[in-house]
C-alpha cells in the first residue's frame, strides 16, 4: 500500500511519501535505544512540563490538524477538532497524574513482616522503546492515548501510522519534537505494513500495541508471542446497544444515532447492534429510523455536516457487500442501503431489521454507518443477543431498573457496560475489551502500567 493522503472525498491524491529504507529505520531504532537510558532517569516533574507544553502546541495548531484529518480520512471537520481537543486534555491529564500513578506501593504491614523483610516496595519502572501499530479512524487520539502515558512512564515511542494518515504521523513526531522532548523519545516510522515484523523482533524493541483490525492484532501477536514481549491489543467491536421498556426511549434513540455515525460510524466502540425489547421496539425504531434519515451526508469540510465519507473504496466496498448479503438473506432496510453516485467513498447511514444469525453482518464488524435492529422479548433474550458475537469491546444498556442493570453488568461479555449513554473513552477510565476484540488497558492508570516493569523491591531486616 502507498503511503500517500489521499482525500476520500474526491478521490484525489494530494501528496505522496517515500518509505523509509533500512539504514534509516536502523539508525532510528539506534537513537530511541539511546535516549530511553538517559530519558528514563529524568523526573516526573520534567515529563510532566514536555507533555503539558505538547498539549499548549496542539491547542494552538488544531484548525491545522483537524483539516489535516479531515483531508486525510474524511472526518467532519467539527469532530476533528473535538479530536485534537481531546488529544491535549488527555495529555495534561496524565501530566496531572502520573505521579500519583506512578507512586511506590507498599504492602500490608503483617505481609512484610510475614516475609522476613524491613520493608517492601513495588515500583514501576519503564520497559523501553515501544512499538505502536496504530490506525487511521482516530488518527491523532488513537496515538496520543498511548503516547501520553508511555512517555510519562518514562518509555520511548516508534509510531507506525497507517499508511494513509501520513501527515498526522509526521505531525505527532514534530510536535513532541517542538516541545522540548529528546531527538528519539517520539519517533514516526513511515514504512508498509510488511517491515513491522522485523522491527518487533529487533532486541531493542521492549513492547508493542496496537490497535486495528482482528487479521492486524493477531499477526503482531503472533510475532511478539515467538519473542516474549508484552503487547496490548485492541482490535475490532461490534458494540451492542440494548433498550428495555423502562428506558427514555426519546433519549435512548436520539443518542443511537450519535453512537452509531460518529465519524461516518468508523469507530471499534461505535454502537452496532441494537437490541431493544418488544415492548418498545416500534416507537423506538420510528424514532431512531427518522433521526439517521435526518442527517446530512455530504464534504467534511462543511461545517454543518454530520457525516463525511469513508475512508477508502475497498472500505466503502466491504461495507456495501454485508449490507447486500444481509438484505438478499431476508433483513428489510428501514433507510439508506444504496449508496449515490458520485466522487467521494460516500455511503448513506442505513438501518436494517429482520437481521437472523445466518447473515455476515450479525457476526462481521460493519465498519461504517449501518445499523442493525433486533427485537427481543425479554432480558435473557437481550443478554443472549448481546454476547452473540465474536467481540466484546465495549456495551452500551438503557434502563431505569437496577436488577436489569445489575444483570447487564455481571453478564455481559465486553470490556465496558455503559448505561443510559453511549460509549466514550476518557484518560481517567480503563479501556479495552475481551474475546476477539483483544486483550491489556489503555488509559487510565491500568493503560500506563501496561508498559511498565513492574518490580518488587525487598528490603532485608
Known amino acids: 500500500m502507498p503511503i500517500a493522503t489521499v482525500n476520500p472525498a474526491t478521490g484525489e491524491t494530494i501528496k505522496t511519501y517515500d518509505a523509509l529504507g533500512e539504514e534509516e529505520i536502523e539508525r532510528r531504532l539506534a537513537i530511541a535505544e539511546s535516549t530511553f537510558r538517559t530519558y528514563r532517569t529524568t523526573s516526573l516533574d520534567e515529563r510532566a512540563r514536555l507533555l503539558r507544553r505538547a498539549a499548549d502546541l496542539l491547542d494552538e495548531d488544531a484548525e491545522d490538524v483537524a483539516y489535516a484529518m479531515t483531508t486525510e480520512m474524511g472526518k467532519p471537520i467539527k469532530q476533528a477538532r473535538a479530536e485534537a481537543a481531546k488529544c491535549a486534555k488527555a495529555m495534561r491529564w496524565y501530566a496531572d497524574h502520573a505521579a500519583q500513578l506512578l507512586a511506590d506501593e507498599e504492602p500490608d504491614a503483617s505481609d512484610v513482616e ?29 496515538v496520543v492515548r498511548f503516547a501520553a502515558p508511555a512517555l510519562m512512564a518514562g518509555n520511548v515511542g516508534l509510531l507506525k501510522h497507517a499508511s494513509n494518515v501520513p501527515q498526522t504521523a509526521l505531525y505527532l513526531e514534530d510536535l513532541f519534537r517542538r516541545a522540548g522532548f529528546p531527538e528519539g523519545c517520539f519517533q514516526t516510522l ?35 508471542g515467538d519473542e516474549v514481549k508484552k503487547t496490548v491489543l485492541e482490535l475490532g467491536g461490534s458494540d451492542p446497544y440494548v433498550v428495555m421498556p423502562s428506558a427514555d ?41 427518522e433521526g439517521m434519515k435526518a442527517l446530512k451526508v455530504g464534504d467534511p469540510l462543511e461545517e454543518d455536516t454530520d457525516v463525511g ?49 445466518d ?34 469491546l465495549s456495551s452500551n444498556v438503557w434502563t431505569r431498573d437496577e436488577s436489569e442493570i445489575d444483570r447487564f453488568v455481571r453478564d455481559l461479555e465486553a470490556g465496558g457496560v455503559y448505561v443510559n449513554g453511549m460509549t466514550a473513552s476518557h484518560p481517567a477510565f480503563p479501556f479495552g475489551g475481551a474475546k476477539r476484540s483483544g486483550y491489556g488497558r489503555e488509559l487510565s492508570g491500568h493503560g500506563m502500567r501496561e508498559f511498565c516493569n513492574i518490580t518488587t523491591v525487598w528490603h532485608g531486616a
Open 190 to 224: 513511515l514504512i508498509g505494513s510488511r517491515e513491522v515484523e522485523g522491527i518487533l523482533r529487533d532486541p531493542r524493541i521492549r513492547a508493542a500495541t496496537l490497535t486495528g483490525s482482528e487479521p492486524a492484532g493477531r499477526s503482531v501477536a503472533s510475532v511478539a
Open 359 to 392: 447473515m455476515r453482518i450479525h457476526h462481521e464488524e460493519a465498519f461504517g454507518p449501518v445499523a442493525t435492529l433486533y427485537r427481543v422479548t425479554d432480558l435473557d433474550e437481550a443478554v443472549a443477543v448481546a454476547n452473540d458475537s465474536p467481540f466484546g
Open 309 to 357: 465519507p469513508l475512508s477508502s473504496k475497498q472500505g466503502r466496498h466491504d461495507l456495501e457487500e454485508l449490507v447486500v448479503d444481509a438484505v438478499e438473506s431476508g433483513a428489510t432496510v428501514l433507510c439508506g442501503g444504496v449508496r449515490a453516485e458520485g466522487s467521494g467513498w460516500y455511503y448513506p447511514p442505513t438501518v436494517l431489521t429482520d437481521v437472523t444469525g
Open 114 to 142: 510475614d516475609s522476613g523483610a524491613s520493608r517492601v516496595l513495588v515500583r514501576y519502572r519503564p520497559l523501553g522503546p515501544v512499538l505502536a501499530v496504530m490506525p487511521w479512524n482516530f488518527p491523532l487520539w488513537q
Open 249 to 289: 426511549i426519546d433519549r435512548a434513540a436520539k443518542t443511537a444515532v450519535t453512537a452509531r455515525v460518529q465519524n461516518a460510524g468508523q469507530s471499534c466502540i461505535a454502537a452496532k447492534r441494537f437490541i431493544v425489547h418488544t415492548d418498545v421496539f416500534d416507537a423506538f425504531a420510528e424514532r431512531f429510523t
